[in-house]
């Protein structure tokens, strides 16, 4: 399919070429910060299976793709680590919002969507000079519907809500970026989790943790602060081989040019490529009964409940749900957490401070031979829990700067 956006392209854009064949169409996956190498692994994984797909170089933030529309149907249904799927329109240098409002009434939307589907703008900016880049995105909005009054003599609604479409604007320094979301909600929102705790990871956060610690589908992992479940359903999904995407629709389904009858080969390929799990692999505890039982909810509906043994209990008397002594050549025992730092909730009549000390203690007496990935917003928090990681990976968790440390619990390795 030609790509409707080509004489945009030639017209506007000096820095982006038109497509180098009429299957091929530009796309960005924006990720969390620290995360772009592994989701470029997860695309060239994907990409063995599609001859158009193909990853580029990694950005801070993203992961510009090029492929077809089928290959973003594909990116949208297995991707963990990315939050949209996000299809270039064209591109300008701007001086101001009117060269905007021109680059977005010069895109031929019509053949995307029609006048009666419902539109949202969301706009992001690096280094942009524009005083506000709000009023950017309502020149984006009033080009479009300008576009389209002049097609059909009506104009299209805004929805911020329930949207039908979505349009991304992205300006950098010294140029402007228009796409359309092939995603819809986020791709995070992997469509399992109706309840969570007070802070949940964010989905393609978890698996980015996952990924980035070098757990592998066939480890085993606890995570003794679970929260609402986030990293072990993550986890037991990719053990299960359970796309990430399976429970959930996508913006494409309501966008023109996106072949539904590929769409629900697709899905049907990925349904039948759901392996089952058996228990024993994951393990998930939490102080609070009520985040337990938020656990096993959510691994319902995500498709693994019968995978994850989920048990109430305080992490500075836990005790090791496997021998990882024990455990066959080739699998490891991985314990991943995000925890609360130094807000331990202590079991009534117990003292609360002091929780990291308390919780390396724990490590150090129980865990010899687990392998440790904790994520902390406090970027010195392995001085507080006085174990020396064998690495600190920098990732970010929204703006939040963070440390991913990974500990090896073998004798002797922990000073203190
Ligand atoms: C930052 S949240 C984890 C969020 C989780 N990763 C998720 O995605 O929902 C920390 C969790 O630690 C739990 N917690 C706090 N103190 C604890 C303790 N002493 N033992 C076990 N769990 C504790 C809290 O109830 C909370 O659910």
């Not at 609360?352 to 687990?370: H, N, S, V």
């Amino acid at each position: 399919m030609q790509s409707p956006y080509s004489s945009v392209y030639k017209k506007r854009s000096a820095a982006v070429q038109p497509p180098a064949a009429p299957n091929a169409f530009d796309f960005f996956l924006p990720c969390p910060r620290g995360v772009e190498a592994a989701l470029a692994d997860e695309v060239k994984a994907l990409a063995e299976h599609s001859p158009t797909l193909r990853a580029g170089m990694p950005t801070p933030g993203g992961l510009p793709v090029q492929g077809s529309l089928t290959d973003a149907m594909r990116l949208n249904l297995h991707c963990r680590l990315p939050s949209r799927v996000l299809l270039l329109g064209g591109s300008c240098s701007y001086a101001d919002a009117e060269d905007i409002y021109h680059l977005a009434r010069d895109l031929a939307w019509e053949k995307w969507f029609d006048v009666t589907q419902a539109l949202r703008v969301d706009v992001t900016a690096e280094h942009s000079p524009l005083a506000s880049i709000k009023f950017a995105a309502l020149r984006v909005k009033d080009g479009i519907c300008d576009r389209f009054r002049a097609l059909t003599g009506e104009r299209p609604d805004v929805d911020t809500a329930h949207p039908d479409v979505r349009i991304h604007l992205h300006l950098r320094e010294a140029d402007a970026l228009l796409y359309l979301d092939t995603s819809g909600e986020p791709l995070f929102k992997r469509g399992w989790r109706s309840e969570h705790g007070a802070a949940p990871l964010k989905e393609h956060l978890a698996a980015g943790l996952l990924k980035l610690s070098g757990w592998t589908p066939d480890d085993v992992l606890f995570d003794p602060l679970c929260g609402s479940g986030t990293l072990v359903i993550e986890a037991a999904q990719m053990a299960a081989n359970r796309a990430a995407g399976l429970d959930r629709s996508f913006g494409f389904e309501a966008l023109q040019g996106f072949d539904m009858d590929a769409w629900n080969a697709l899905r049907e390929q990925a349904r039948q490529a759901v392996r089952p799990l058996t228990p024993g692999q994951f393990f998930a505890a939490d102080i609070d009964p009520a985040n337990v039982r938020m656990t096993l909810d959510n691994a319902r509906r995500a498709g693994v409940d019968g995978a994850i043994a989920a048990q109430a209990g305080d992490v500075i008397a836990a005790v090791p749900p496997v021998d990882a002594a024990a455990l066959p050549a080739g699998q490891a025992a991985w314990l991943i957490s995000n925890p609360p730092y130094n807000e331990r909730i202590a079991p009534e009549g117990e003292a609360a401070d002091d929780f990291a000390p308390q919780l390396a203690r724990t490590l150090k007496q129980r865990f010899a031979g687990w392998h440790v990935a904790l994520l902390a917003a406090d970027l010195h928090w392995d001085k507080a829990l006085r174990l020396k990681p064998r690495r600190r990976i920098v990732l970010f968790n929204g703006t939040i700067e963070c440390r991913l440390m990974l500990i090896d619990m073998v004798a002797g390795s922990a000073r203190g």
